[in-house]
C-alpha cells in the first residue's frame, strides 16, 4: 500500500476513473481507515470522505472530530457541522464544491441515511454500489499487513493455549468465554476482532452459538472456541474444536474428516488458483465422508482489516486469488443436537504456493481436565 496520504487517495481516484463516475465516498470502517490512516467512529453523525477522479478530494467532518481531522494531513476542502444545526447544509455546500453527478460508493458500509442526505443535497446524483471495487483495493496486503495480521494471530494462539490449559469441567461455557477475553488482553491484543464463540457439547452444532451461563461443560464433549485478537487495526480469525477428558469414536471420525478437508484445502492454495476451486476441493473432502448431511457453510472468507472481507471462498466465486490475498480455510461438520467440528487456519497465499499464518497445533487434541 502506497505510504503517504496523497498515493492512497489516488487509489480510490482511480476505482473512480475505471469505474467512469465523477468521485467514491468513503464513510468510516475499514477502507476509510486504510485510504486516511487513522481509525474514526462510525455513530450517528455523518462523516464522508470524497475523492474525485479528476479533482482535490474533500471530506464532511462532524466539527466535534475536526481537532482529530486536522491530525490527518488532510489538505482538501473541509466542510463540518454541528449537532446544534445539523448537517444539510454542509451536504448541500459538499456538493457544490464538487460539482459531481455520479457516486460510487461501499454498498455494505455506507448506512441509508447518509445516502438520503446526499440525495437530498443533489437529487439528480446517481449513486452506485462499487463494494467490490473500492474493498477490492485491501486485499492485495502488504508486508505491513501481514506484519500486523501475524501479530495478532500470535497474541490469539498464546492466549487459546492459556485458556485451554485452565478449562476445566462443571465450567461454564461463559467462564470459559470470560478467561479467554481476559487472556487475550493480557497477551497484548488493542481489542477483540469479534465477539469470540465458545461453546460446547450441541451448542457447537450451531456455526454462530454464543456461550451460555447455564451450560456447564462434561468429560466427551467438543468444545468450540472461534476468536481473534485484533493488533494495529487487523484481525486474526481461528477456531479449534477440542475434546474434554475423552472424544467418542464419531467424534473422532469427524474430527479426521474436517481435518483432511482442511489440508486438502491447503494442498491447492497457490497465486492463480480461484476461490471456487478451493472450496470445491475442500467441500468435496467432506461430501465424500459418511457425514456429508452435516455441511452447513462454505469454506471460509478473506481476512484482514475486517473479519469478513473479500473473497469469499465458495463454490461459483471463480475470482483468481493473488498473491498476498489472505483466507481462512474453515470446514466444518455440524449435526443439530449433536456436535459440530471446524478447523480455521488463517492463509496467507504466496507465489508458489501459501504460508500458514496460524499455527496452533490441528491433531485431534483431548484435553485433561
Known amino acids: 500500500m502506497p505510504q503517504s496520504l496523497e498515493q492512497r487517495l489516488s487509489e480510490y481516484a482511480g476505482v473512480a476513473a475505471d469505474l467512469g463516475v465523477d468521485a467514491v465516498a468513503l464513510v468510516p470502517g475499514p477502507n476509510f481507515t486504510r ?31 475536526l481537532g482529530s481531522w486536522n491530525q490527518v494531513g488532510f489538505d482538501g476542502a473541509v466542510f463540518d457541522w454541528r449537532d446544534q444545526t445539523g448537517y444539510a447544509d454542509a451536504f448541500a455546500a459538499l456538493i457544490d464544491h464538487l460539482g459531481i453527478s455520479s457516486l460510487a460508493v461501499e454498498g455494505q458500509v455506507m448506512r441509508v441515511f447518509v445516502h438520503h442526505a446526499l440525495i437530498a443535497a443533489q437529487p439528480s446524483l446517481k449513486i452506485t454500489d462499487a463494494e467490490r471495487e473500492i474493498s477490492g483495493l485491501r486485499m492485495i496486503k502488504t508486508s505491513q499487513d501481514i506484519a500486523a495480521m501475524q ?20 465450567q461454564t461455557e461463559k467462564q470459559i468465554e470470560q478467561m479467554l477475553i481476559k487472556t487475550l488482553f493480557d497477551e497484548g491484543a488493542d481489542d477483540l476482532a469479534f465477539n469470540p464463540i465458545v461453546v460446547a457439547g450441541d451448542g457447537t452444532a450451531m456455526p454462530h452459538a454464543h456461550a451460555r451461563h447455564d451450560y456447564k461443560v462434561k468429560a466427551g464433549d467438543a468444545l468450540l472456541i472461534d476468536f481473534g485478537a485484533r493488533k494495529n487495526g487487523f484481525a486474526a ?20 474428516a ?37 455441511i452447513r457453510t462454505k469454506t471460509g472468507h478473506g481476512l484482514g482489516r475486517d473479519v469478513h472481507e473479500a473473497p469469499y471462498i465458495m463454490r461459483g466465486n471463480h475470482m483468481t486469488l493473488p498473491a498476498g490475498t489472505v483466507y481462512t480455510n474453515e470446514p466444518g461438520l455440524y449435526q443439530i443436537g449433536n456436535f459440530g467440528v471446524r478447523i480455521e487456519d488463517d492463509v496467507l497465499i504466496t507465489e508458489d504456493g501459501y504460508q500458514t499464518l496460524t499455527h496452533f497445533p490441528k491433531e485431534l487434541m483431548v484435553i485433561s481436565c
Not at 481461528?238 to 474434554?244: G, H
Open 258 to 294: 474436517v481435518l483432511q478437508a482442511n489440508l486438502a484445502g491447503l494442498a491447492v492454495t497457490r497465486a492463480g488458483v480461484t476461490a471456487h476451486e478451493i472450496d470445491d476441493v475442500v467441500t468435496g473432502v467432506l461430501e465424500a465422508s459418511p457425514y456429508a448431511d452435516r
Open 35 to 65: 485510504a486516511i490512516d487513522q481509525s474514526f467512529m462510525s455513530h450517528e453523525r455523518p462523516f464522508l470522505l470524497v475523492i474525485p477522479a479528476n479533482k482535490p478530494s474533500a471530506a464532511l467532518v462532524p466539527n466535534l472530530e
Open 151 to 170: 501479530d495478532a494471530i500470535d497474541i490469539s494462539e498464546r492466549a487459546l493455549h492459556r485458556t485451554l490449559d485452565s478449562v476445566k469441567l462443571g
Open 237 to 256: 480469525d481461528i477456531t479449534r474444536t477440542v475434546f474434554l477428558d475423552h472424544v467418542s469414536d464419531e467424534g473422532r471420525a469427524v474430527y479426521d
